[in-house]
């Protein structure tokens, strides 16, 4: 049976990460037959400002986020605003965009999931059960290109697990599996995403003064 106080406690923990503290996420998947990039995505939220960075072999992507605002850099690119990548006809930098655009950081995710998390239950500082398919389709597709066609998800399905530590929360694990089925072609996925929560009130963001204005 699921422990009735399991959400009230991941919600408490979430909410004492407040809104400053950085993160890196890892994403694996070593039976699927679509490209994953193994190599660490690292976030960090302060004053209402998301920065993440991620370092791939083709370069470094550098993506500024403010509520729905956004602003990207890619490796010898100058920035660009999302809304000017949504108006171009740049796949990439839409596609960066629309995956990114909203993001509210790992925090807010893992309260959302607990929600979606059938059975949640504790023992110890460790919280999990089995996600929802609604929350495992989540995981597995963020949003449709941008004419709004969404793929076809089968067999979405998954699990979750929150560890606390000192009454905050510091890490999640998400396992996942499902085929998805878009432009006539069909994927198997089955990723392992894994988010380390640190430097909880000392995170720092710098926001380049031409970007500031695509923001603020």
Known sequence: AADAGAINDLRAAVGRLGDNYSWRVTCRDPVSNAAVDPVPTDGMLANGTISICMKRREGTTEILLRGAKGVVKRSSKAWESFL??????????????????GYKGPAVQAAELAE???????????????????????????????DGEDPIIRGAKGSAKFW??????WKSEYKVQGAIIFGGRESTNSPTITVEIKNVGSTRVDVPVVAKSSLF
């Open 84 to 101: 000017a990548l949504e108006r171009g006809d740049d796949f990439a930098g839409v596609f960066i965009a629309r995956v990114w655009q």
């Open 116 to 146: 979606q998390t059938k059975g949640l239950a504790r023992r110890g500082d460790l919280y999990s059960g089995d996600l929802t398919e609604a929350g495992a389709r989540s995981l597995l597709w963020f949003r449709g290109p941008r």
């Open 164 to 169: 606390l530590k000192g009454g905050q929360l």
